[in-house]
């Protein structure tokens, strides 16, 4: 019987353990994940949020997998009838969801029933990306700062708008009032654009406002910022601290987008979309474009998104409760 040198079997079973090493890193993909085109839903309308980070999304994941990657929009009746769908789908991979914090922590806690259950139905991949929103006054108000606006709510009534009852203006302004100890007028409106005028008129005081539509109000000075609503001050603008450290500490408030397949998707395809979709997000022309929405990428590990979206779905149910929101 031929022996081989020991420093060739040494070699040799150096290069086994390498490539079976190198081999267990890899996902199991035991039916060639993806071998058809694949799905991704976006509950909301074309050109919304959801839309413009499903779009590069798809265009990337496309291209690395060399299958087609569809964006699917169904819009309609606060993302319930596009969730219905992800929910409902097999369980196979080709389906996905871009959900985002009112599919799965407002809508669950603001309606009696809905068609989905936000835990049971899916299995969370990833987060996608989040946006905080800026805690902005009229100029006529007598306040500089969160502690300033806090200290002035306890000397007069103060209002500020929403979009209507459970919307997530509503819901930060409600926990905003919660968490500070103070009492503020809600007052609703049918959008956004609405709130702004009459903010920048002083017919309101106060307004929890996404930054694309703000921002530029505060920058022309007819709107002045206070805070935003983040954990973490905001590389953009570091002059401008977080609602926590202002003076109510823990507020957090942010909308979240993240990827979704339905409940029982293999835990191999499940984590196979995470590492793929957490490739995507970090490329420069893709984190430009999520810049330019006034987005900020963020990826997780489909634990850790399943965690964080139990911590929001109590969080929101908590507020919703107090705050006596119902669907209007």
């Known amino acids: 019987m031929l022996r081989m040198p020991c420093s060739l079997l040494r070699s040799c079973a150096l290069a086994t353990l390498t490539t079976t090493a190198a081999l267990a890193s890899l996902p199991s993909l035991a039916a060639g994940y993806p ?45 319930i009838p596009g969730t219905e769908v992800v929910a409902r789908a097999a369980p196979d991979g080709y389906t996905l969801l871009l959900g985002t914090n009112a599919t799965h922590a407002i809508n669950p806690a603001l309606y009696k029933t809905l068609p989905y259950d936000a835990v049971r139905d899916f299995a969370p991949v990833t987060l996608i990306a989040n946006s905080y929103v800026l805690l902005v006054v009229n100029t006529e108000v007598k306040a500089s700062t969160v502690a300033e606006l806090l200290a002035l709510a306890k000397k007069q009534q103060l209002n500020y708008g929403t979009a ?7 819901l930060a302004g409600e926990l905003f009032k919660s968490m500070a100890g103070i009492d503020m007028l809600a007052v609703p409106y049918k959008g956004s654009p609405q709130i702004l005028v009459d903010l ?29 609503t983040s954990a973490k001050r905001d590389a953009s603008l570091p002059d401008v601290p977080t609602v926590s450290e202002a003076g109510v500490p823990g507020y957090e408030a942010t909308s979240w987008f993240g990827m979704y397949a339905p409940a029982k998707t293999s835990a191999d395809i499940v984590g196979r979309l995470s590492a793929d979709i957490a490739r995507v997000i970090v490329m420069s022309d893709v984190r430009k474009l999520f810049t330019a929405s006034a987005l900020t990428a963020q990826s997780s590990t489909p634990a850790e998104f399943t965690a964080f979206n139990r911590r929001e779905l109590e969080k929101w149910t908590k507020v919703v409760k107090e705050s006596g929101a119902t669907v209007e």
């Open 200 to 228: 920048v008129a002083g017919r309101i005081d106060v307004y929890f406002s996404n930054a694309a539509a703000a921002l530029p109000l505060v920058k022309s000075g007819k709107l002045r910022l206070l805070a935003i």
């Open 35 to 79: 071998e058809k085109p694949v799905r991704i839903v976006t509950p909301f309308p074309p050109a919304s949020v959801t839309d413009i980070l499903a779009r590069p999304i798809a265009a990337k994941l496309g291209e690395a997998w060399g299958q087609a990657v569809l964006v699917d929009n169904r819009s309609g009746a606060a993302g």
């Open 164 to 170: 209507g009852s459970g919307s997530s203006p509503h």
